[in-house]
């Protein structure tokens, strides 16, 4: 019995179908061992490194464990005065009068000359005439 040309065609085409078929099955089965011998090695690769700033909240972190806990509650950082601002500003007066005897020399002489111009105000009054500004801004 003899074939055509148009048998042999079709028997050309299905012998490469089905070849192309089992080769896919195989490649399907070789991934999936690949895959599963190199999966420690892809996730050590697919985790990256911490950025800067994480980098930078880990040293801060490790940092404020290693400070002793008494040193910690010891800081305290007020967002406002704790008392009103004439009280301060009086406090500040005080401070500048019991100063005033520590001096020494050039510093203490414009020191002294600076603060009999301004006896009798207020460190505010002071602060309001050469910044007056900032204090109406404060106000």
Known sequence: MRFTK????????AFVAGLG???VQLAGLIVAQAVAAASPHLVQLASSPPSRAEQRQAEIAAIVEREPKAERAATFVPDAPLLP?????????LAEVADRGVKRGRRARLASAASTR??????ADVFGRNFGVLLVASR
């Not at 148009?6 to 085409?13: K, L, P, Q, S, T």
């Not at 601002?85 to 007066?93: G, K, P, S, T």
């Open 6 to 13: 148009f048998d042999r065609c079709i028997a050309y085409v």
């Open 21 to 23: 078929g089992v080769l």
């Open 85 to 93: 601002l004439h009280v301060l500003a009086a406090q500040m007066d």
């Open 118 to 123: 301004a006896q009798g105000r207020s460190a």
